[in-house]
């Protein structure tokens, strides 16, 4: 898995970690953010939620244009630098007036735009170390792993943003509640029209955070000092791009010449870059297209993560974890149940009695860490929101040793399925996840009732975890296969702005996730999970109706 690929690989994929660790942190609490400071209402919420991250996939499109131009190195360290001033703005505690609201607003401008000159142009030079004939054939392989990187960094994230909400809150003696926010606001701007209930509900849980003061100061203090936590969480990226930009132009020189364009002038390069009829130019950018009109409807399922399952999170799913579930909320456990999936894989893998017995080593240590955990573990902890947004990159992390196995194997036959194919899987898959939601749903209260001051009933978080685990399923079929698609397929003189067209198929599919959040209101549950279900489906039918077309020049 790991054997045979050239060092640039590690050194572009730790700089990404750096950079997604940070804006997952960010991500992982923004929508809560959103409707904890300015009150925003579910619909408003999404409207904000789907621009940003169609603006952060949007981006790169023209951050490719500009790449094929000037330079992918030097995109790289301009998207960062921007990136750095957006973060910053972001994590500055203001009032909730209009003055706020702009600079919030600013700073998404600059992320969104900081991230497309880095993102794709990052994946592009990547894609560059595998020209090279002797690692043509690790291309798949190498984007898996970069891909998994990736999701090292996205599984501290929420860990990050639940550990710093925690301790701000606790400064002022406070405790995290997610019915708090929306009643105190509610309370604020109209507290004669609230229900006996819901202020009752209000009432009991002021008690229950030991504020003696009246109920307007409570509301105001909590919503403030909550929404003060989560600037601090945001703060935490602009810590990981330091880091990030650190190791990028340390080990440079292992990357280095993967930096380059269409228009380079080193003759080396420019016999490496391949020429094609015009033909051949337009069977290519068609094929890339059909798959990005079908990632659409992935990615406005697979980031519902930050929207309405983390709404359901918050709103339906049981606040305390007890028994085994304990474990699966200690990020710790996760990097060791890592740990030890990695340190086996080693043991069969090894070609050395040493590196064998060091892999066992490891496995053992890890298997007793786990152990000494399960057996100090507490009878319940606490769960906020945004933790269920770890268990995604976690599966990723965890299973894509399983994965690359799996197809290395099917390779060795020529039994492989061909990228086209992976990603019309990956899509039936999905919608399979979204299943799962539909059957855990049954019979909840609409949210419209949930503000009406119905109790809510609340689910496992078994639901939201196998979700997930599904959805990672389908994610390692279609994302990291999917832009290994368009490395190898994309037109030399257009690489740039192809990898730019996947990310705007994403950022079309992250905009129309916000269709969904308009859907969360008076409508059942179940009902919003199976829209997203039928879209998932169409779009494999129509995956697999152009395959014959797709694997012609894949």
């Not at 152990?371 to 100090?376: D, T, V």
């Amino acid at each position: 898995m790991f054997e045979g690929q050239p060092k640039g690989l590690y050194a572009l994929a730790l700089a990404n970690t750096g950079e997604r660790f940070g804006y997952y942190t960010m991500l992982a609490i923004f929508t809560l953010f959103l409707q904890a400071k300015f009150g925003y209402t579910e619909t408003e919420t999404s409207t904000i939620f789907g621009g940003f991250l169609a603006g952060v996939y949007f981006m790169p499109l023209i951050g490719g244009i500009l790449a094929d131009k000037f330079g992918y190195g030097k995109m790289v360290t301009l998207g960062v630098l921007i990136m750095f001033i957006g973060y910053v703005l972001l994590s500055i505690p203001t009032a909730a007036d209009g003055g706020g609201k702009t600079m919030m607003f600013g700073a998404l401008v600059l992320i969104a735009c900081g991230t497309g000159l880095f993102k794709g142009n990052l994946q592009v030079m990547v894609g560059n170390l595998y020209d090279a004939p002797e690692y043509q054939g690790k291309r798949d392989t190498a984007f898996s792993l970069f891909y998994m990187a990736i999701n090292i960094g996205a599984l501290f994230a929420p860990t990050a943003a639940t550990k710093v909400t925690n301790y701000v809150l606790g400064m002022s003696n406070l405790t995290y509640n997610g019915q708090i926010p929306a009643l105190a606001h509610q309370y604020l701007d109209n507290a004669s029209g609230m229900s006996s209930s819901a202020l009752a509900n209000l009432e009991s849980l002021k008690a229950a955070q030991g504020f003696t003061g009246d109920t307007a100061t409570f509301c105001t203090t909590y919503i403030d000092k909550l929404a003060e936590a989560y600037n601090y969480g945001f703060a935490v990226a602009c810590i990981s791009l330091i880091v990030s930009i650190l190791i990028y132009y340390g080990f440079r020189s292992t990357f280095k010449h993967a930096d380059y364009n269409s228009k380079a002038t080193n003759t080396t390069q420019q016999a490496s870059v391949e020429e094609l009829s015009p033909v051949e130019t337009k069977q290519r950018i068609t094929a890339l297209c059909l798959v990005f009109a079908v990632v659409i409807f992935f990615w406005m399922a697979f980031h519902q993560n930050g929207l309405t399952l983390t709404f359901f999170a918050r709103d339906y799913t049981e606040a305390t974890a007890t028994g085994l579930n304990v474990m699966s909320f200690d990020v710790l456990n996760l990097v060791l149940m890592v740990i030890l999936v990695y340190a086996l894989f080693a043991v069969f893998q090894s070609n050395s009695f040493k590196g064998k017995l060091v892999s066992g080593i490891v496995s053992a240590l890890a298997f007793l860490g786990l152990l000494g955990q399960y057996l100090a573990k507490p009878d319940s902890v606490a769960v906020l929101p945004q933790i269920f947004q770890q268990f995604n990159p976690f599966f990723v992390v965890a299973l894509t040793p399983f994965s690359l196995a799996i197809f290395s194997a099917l390779a060795k036959k020529g039994k492989e399925p061909s990228a086209p194919r992976k990603i019309g899987l990956g899509m039936i898959i999905a919608a399979l996840g979204f299943v799962i939601m539909a059957v855990g749903s049954q019979g909840l209260p609409t949210p419209d009732a949930l503000k009406e001051g119905a109790v809510p009933t609340l689910v496992s978080p078994n639901w939201l975890i196998s979700t997930y685990l599904v959805l990672t399923f389908a994610e390692l079929l279609l994302s990291p296969m999917g832009i290994s698609f368009v490395s190898k397929v994309a037109p030399p003189k257009y690489k740039g702005m192809m990898m730019g067209g996947w990310f705007v198929a994403t950022a079309i599919g992250n905009y129309m996730v916000s269709f969904i959040g308009y859907l969360w209101g008076g409508i059942d549950l179940w009902i919003v999970w199976s829209v997203l279900i039928v879209l998932c489906l169409l779009s494999a039918l129509f995956m697999f109706s152009m395959m014959k077309r797709l694997e012609k020049v894949a």
